[in-house]
């Protein structure tokens, strides 16, 4: 059966241009297997006319054998033209039935010549050569629609492929504008803002200053997710205890209080982990106040980040991981939607709870541990 994977091969290489074969009038694969079909009764019948056997389980065999082929080659094109991706399936189907048909028909052609030599003579060459012609004919619809399926799935990963590259062109094209079309007009206003708060005093000009502090965050923010949307996970060994002190260092905790329980190490990315827990700790402060603690824990496939605050009610838990939701006026709300994004790139699962305070925990599990 090689040479007949070696053919249908070469219709999904570089010399043929599979599509173009695909793109034939349906009535190829059609016709193929409706000259097959078309056989079947003919072969039934001349075998239950001609057939010199005295068995009548052969003769029985013999002419229900190419009925029954004849019925599964209709009812498959019928399927395959009703299908969307069936011109494939039909074309590839067809292939392979013709070929393995006349593969074995060779075959018994061998046979019979081979006992002839040796002066033995077959009852009925014939009805042998016609019956394993359609047998033939039956295994090979059943290798080429499995290889149909096979390019067809090549096919789907290929498109994939092409329109995750576009979806990360696009994503560069926005970190640009952020980058540049955004940020440079954004820094004028803030620069003319300052000369503007050096002539003159306005609480008019606080408000601008603090809409234009919101927008450099949502730039920020909008970089980060960005960035984390397109990065590679370079795991490692990452000692919990170390990151969540540092990461707590980094961020503008006011009076609130770290309390960590951690102690292993698990497998992640470092920088992301660390942007993972820094804008955790950021959440904790900015929604459970300035004096909140926090608690940092092991779960048994994982951690949590715990905090005494108000908490978060259940009818808006499924929506706090989305970029851009927030219920606090100063948060951008990219926060959550960022840690959100770097579990997802690390195959980890996110889910809040209550705090053992009455607060909110957020539970990070399937985390690969190496204790």
């Known amino acids: 059966m090689s040479f007949i994977h070696l053919w249908l091969l070469l219709l999904d290489g570089s010399s043929v241009n599979l599509d ?12 193929i297997l409706g000259v097959l079909a078309a056989a079947g009764p003919i072969v039934g019948l001349y075998t239950l006319l001609t057939s010199n056997s005295s068995s009548l ?3 029985g065999i013999g002419t229900l054998f190419p009925v029954i082929v004849t019925l599964v080659l209709v009812s498959y094109v019928l399927r395959c033209c009703s299908r969307r991706s069936g011109d494939t399936l039909l074309i590839t189907g067809a292939l392979g039935s013709l070929l393995l048909a006349l593969l074995f028909a060779v075959t018994a052609t061998s046979i019979i010549w081979g006992q002839q030599t040796l002066g033995i003579t077959m009852a ?20 080429g ?16 492929t092409a329109e995750l590259q576009q979806q990360n062109e696009r994503l560069d094209d926005f ?4 980058s540049h079309d955004l940020r440079n007009p954004l ?14 005093e306005s609480e008019h000009l606080d408000a601008v200053t603090t809409a234009h502090d919101r927008m450099e965050a949502l730039i920020e923010n909008l970089l980060e997710l960005a960035q984390f949307e397109q990065a590679d996970i370079d795991r490692e060994s990452v000692d919990l205890e170390t990151l969540v002190g540092q990461c707590w260092m ?11 329980n951690v102690d292993g190490t698990v497998a992640a990315d470092r920088n992301q982990l660390q942007r993972l827990f820094e804008n955790l700790f950021r959440n904790a402060v900015e929604h459970g106040g300035s004096t909140v603690t926090v608690t940092v824990d092991e779960l048994e496939d994982g951690f949590y980040v715990e905090d005494d605050g108000p908490g978060i009610p259940p009818e808006i838990r499924d ?5 851009g939701f927030t219920t606090a006026n100063e948060s951008t709300g990219f926060g959550l939607g960022i840690v959100a994004e770097i579990a997802r790139s690390h195959g980890w699962n996110l889910s809040v709870a209550d705090g053992a305070d009455g607060g909110a925990r957020i539970k990070v599990t399937g985390v690969e541990s190496l204790h």
């Open 20 to 31: 173009d074969f695909i793109d034939w009038p349906r009535w190829v694969g059609v016709g």
């Open 319 to 323: 929506d706090v991981f989305e970029s």
């Open 145 to 160: 629609h499995y290889y149909g399926l096979a390019i067809l799935q090549r096919r789907r990963l290929r498109e994939k």
């Open 175 to 178: 970190a640009s504008m952020l």
């Open 250 to 260: 980094l961020v503008d905790t006011n009076e609130a209080t770290l309390v960590s």
């Open 187 to 200: 820094n004028v206003a803030q620069g003319r803002l300052e000369l503007a708060q050096d002539d003159v």
């Open 57 to 59: 389980l052969f003769i």
């Open 124 to 143: 009925d060459p014939f009805v042998l050569i016609t019956e394993m012609l359609l047998g033939g004919a039956l295994f090979g619809l059943l290798y």
